[in-house]
C-alpha cells in the first residue's frame, strides 16, 4: 500500500532530523490520519537500513497493539516481530521487533534487553512521573542502552494534565518534527468535517474542583449524573440523531454512562456501555456490532477517547467536561474518519474529488453536541492548546454575561462587574460554573458556512476605542441561547457605509439611509426582521456573512458588493470596534 504524501514527509522528517541531531522527535498526526502505517513503514525502513537494530513499539491498549503489530505484517509480511501483551496472551520478549502493552512490560527491561528504537503511540498519555509505568521502563531501557532513540506519535502533542510534551525542563522530547492537523486533513479530503450545534441542556459544575489538571472524576460525576438533565440531553440528542447512523456517547462516570444508555434505549434506539470494568470478550463484541452498523450506539466512560477506529460515527454527543485540552481533542476526533461514496478510492483521487466522495457518502459530517461546553472552553478543536500549568485550579478567568433578557452573552475578564457591551451589573460573587445553556462555538475554524435561524435581534450603540474614529451598530442575533454578533457603520464612508446601507435596504428600511448611529437606532422599526443568518468560523466566535429577511423582499439597488466579508479596507476602519 503506497503511502499518503503527509506519511512519507513524516518518516523523512525523523531521519532528517536524527541526520542532524541525537535527540527525541515527536510527531503531530491528526487522528484518523494513518499513523499505524507510518510507524510500520519507519519500522521496516529502520530495519531495513540498519539490520542489527532492535525496535520497540509500544502502547496502552491491547486493540492498539493488535493493530500496530497487524499493520507491520500488512506493510512486511515476514517481518521479525513478536507481541509481548498479557492480555493477548503473548510474552515474545526476544524478538528483534516487538509489539508491547505498557501494562505488562513496565518491568520487564532486563527479560527484553538491548532496545534501540522505542516507538511510543498516543505519547500524550505518557506522565511527567518518572515512578509510573512509562517512567520506569524507559529509565531501565535507557540503563541498558544509553543511545536508544524515542520518536512519539500522538494527535495531541501536549499531556492530559500539563503542557506541551516539547516543552519544559521534564519534557520527553525535544522536538516536533512533523504536523499534519485536522484542518490540513478535511481540506486534503482525507478526514470528515465537524459541525456543532449550540446546545439547550448543559451541567452546573459549581462547586467541582480540580485535581491533576482536570476536575475531580467524583464530584463531576455527581454534579453531572442529574436524572432530569439526563432526560433532556438525550432527548435533545435524539431529536439531533434522527438521520445519523452512529452515535457516540461521552459520559462522566460509570453510572452516568448505563444512565444514558438506559435513556437511549427509551427513545427505541439500540445502545450497549462500555467502560474499564467491560469484561474483555463483551467489550470486543460490543465494540464489533458497534462498528457493523448492528449498534446505533455506545455509552462509555474514559475508554473510547483514544485508539477507536469506528468511521461511522457521525453524532458524539459529549456530557463529559474536562480542562484537558488533549481529552477535548481526541474526543472529537473519533468523529473525523472519512467514509466515501461507494466505489471510491480515495488514492486515486485529488483533494477536491475526496471531498465530494465525502459530501456525497453516508456520512458527510460529525455532529459533536458539545453539552460540556469544551469546545467554548479550548477553541476550535484545530487549534486548540493546552493551558499553561500554574498554581490555580485551571479555570479560565473569564465569565460571561447572562444570556437572557437581562444580557447579551458577552466574555468578559473575572473581575469585570459592568459588562461594557450592553451595561448588566454583574453580583458582587458569581460561582464559576457552566450555564444551563450551552454555547454555540465553532468547533473547525476552517468549517463551512451554515445557515441558523435567529430567534431575536437587537441593535446598540458601539463606542469604538480610538477617539479617532466613528461609532459603529452593534447587532446581536440570538441564536438559539448563543448571542452572535455583527456591526454595521452607518459613519463610515466606502465599502463600510455602503455594507450599512445595503443591509437597511435588504431589511425594508426607508430612504434616505441613516447617516449616524443613533439615527439608526432611533428609526430601527423601520426594519424587517432577521430570520436565518449565515455564519462562519473565526476563532472562537462567529463571522455573520448575510441573512435571510422576513416579510416581502427588498428592493436592492445598492451597488453588489464582492462578499458579505469585511474587506481588508474595512477591517482597517474597524480593528478596534470588533473585538477579535
Not at 510500520?40 to 520497540?56: C, D
Not at 512521573?129 to 540503563?143: K, N, P, S, V, W
Amino acid at each position: 500500500m503506497a503511502l499518503r504524501y503527509y506519511q512519507r514527509e513524516a518518516i523523512d522528517a525523523i531521519f532528517d532530523y536524527w541526520r542532524e541531531e541525537a535527540g527525541h522527535p515527536l510527531v503531530d498526526m491528526a487522528t484518523g490520519t494513518g499513523k499505524s502505517i507510518t510507524m510500520a513503514t519507519l519500522t521496516h525502513e529502520l530495519i531495513t537500513g540498519w539490520p542489527s537494530l532492535r525496535v520497540m513499539n509500544i502502547a496502552h491498549r491491547e486493540e492498539l497493539v493488535e493493530g500496530n503489530f497487524g499493520e507491520l505484517v500488512n506493510v512486511w509480511p515476514f517481518a521479525p516481530a513478536g507481541i509481548y501483551a498479557a492480555s493477548l496472551g503473548r510474552r515474545d520478549a526476544h524478538f528483534q521487533i516487538i509489539f508491547a502493552q505498557i501494562q505488562t512490560v513496565h518491568n520487564k527491561a532486563a527479560e527484553i534487553g538491548s532496545i534501540d528504537v522505542l516507538e511510543i503511540d498516543e505519547v500524550h498519555l505518557v506522565p511527567s512521573d518518572a515512578a509510573t509505568m512509562y517512567g520506569r521502563l524507559i529509565r531501565d531501557l535507557l540503563a541498558i542502552n544509553p543511545d536508544m532513540k524515542i520518536v512519539g506519535f500522538t494527535a495531541t502533542p501536549y499531556r492530559l494534565d500539563s503542557g506541551r510534551l516539547d516543552e519544559g525542563d521534564d519534557k520527553m522530547f525535544d522536538r516536533v518534527v512533523y504536523t499534519y492537523g485536522i484542518a490540513q486533513g478535511v481540506e486534503d479530503g482525507y478526514l470528515a468535517p465537524l459541525s456543532s450545534k449550540g446546545m439547550a441542556t448543559s451541567f452546573d459544575l459549581s462547586g467541582v474542583g480540580s485535581l491533576g489538571g482536570d476536575y475531580k472524576k467524583g464530584a463531576l460525576a455527581l454534579a453531572v449524573d442529574k436524572e432530569e438533565v439526563t432526560r433532556q440531553a438525550v432527548a435533545e440528542a435524539m431529536a439531533y440523531g434522527q438521520n445519523r447512523r452512529t452515535a457516540l456517547f461521552f459520559c462522566s462516570g460509570v453510572d452516568h454512562a448505563d444512565h444514558v444508555r438506559d435513556e437511549v434505549r427509551r427513545h427505541g434506539r439500540s445502545c450497549e456501555t462500555v467502560h474499564g470494568g467491560t469484561p474483555r470478550g463483551e467489550r470486543r463484541k460490543i465494540l464489533a456490532d458497534f462498528k457493523a452498523g448492528r449498534l446505533w450506539g455506545v455509552t462509555n466512560d474514559a475508554v473510547l477517547t483514544v485508539g477507536t477506529n469506528i468511521p461511522g460515527i457521525d453524532l458524539i454527543a459529549d456530557l463529559a467536561p474536562t480542562k484537558s485540552t488533549s481529552r477535548y481533542v481526541q474526543k472529537a476526533g473519533r468523529g473525523t474518519r472519512p467514509v466515501y461514496r461507494a466505489g471510491f478510492n480515495p488514492d486515486e483521487a485529488t483533494a477536491e474529488e475526496r471531498r465530494e466522495a465525502i459530501a456525497g457518502g453516508p456520512k458527510p459530517n460529525c455532529l459533536y453536541l458539545d453539552y460540556a461546553k469544551n469546545v467554548s472552553y479550548h477553541g476550535p478543536v484545530d487549534r486548540a492548546q493546552p493551558k499553561t500549568p500554574g498554581k490555580g485550579d485551571g479555570t479560565a478567568p473569564v465569565k460571561q454575561c447572562p444570556q437572557d433578557e437581562h444580557g447579551c452573552g458577552e466574555l468578559v475578564h473575572i473581575s469585570v462587574m459592568k459588562c461594557p457591551a450592553c451595561g448588566y451589573d454583574f453580583p458582587p460573587s458569581e460561582d464559576v460554573k457552566i450555564t444551563s445553556h450551552a454555547a454555540d462555538v465553532p468547533i473547525l475554524s476552517t468549517a463551512a458556512p451554515d445557515w441558523r435561524p435567529v430567534k431575536s435581534r437587537s441593535f446598540r450603540f458601539h463606542e469604538a476605542k480610538d477617539d479617532t474614529k466613528p461609532p459603529s451598530v452593534k447587532i446581536s442575533y440570538m441564536v438559539g441561547y448563543t448571542a452572535i454578533n455583527s456591526w454595521m457603520c452607518p459613519q463610515h464612508t466606502g465599502f463600510a457605509k455602503t455594507k450599512a446601507d445595503r443591509y437597511w435596504l435588504e431589511h425594508g428600511g426607508n430612504r434616505p439611509f441613516p447617516s449616524s448611529v443613533m439615527e439608526w437606532l432611533e428609526r430601527q422599526n423601520e426594519l424587517l426582521e432577521t430570520t436565518e443568518i449565515c455564519v462562519e468560523p473565526n476563532g472562537k466566535f462567529w463571522n455573520v456573512k448575510s441573512q435571510k429577511v422576513g416579510g416581502s423582499p427588498a428592493n436592492d439597488s445598492v451597488p453588489e458588493a464582492n462578499n458579505d466579508n469585511y474587506s481588508p479596507g474595512m477591517a482597517e476602519i474597524l480593528d478596534d470596534c470588533i473585538p477579535f
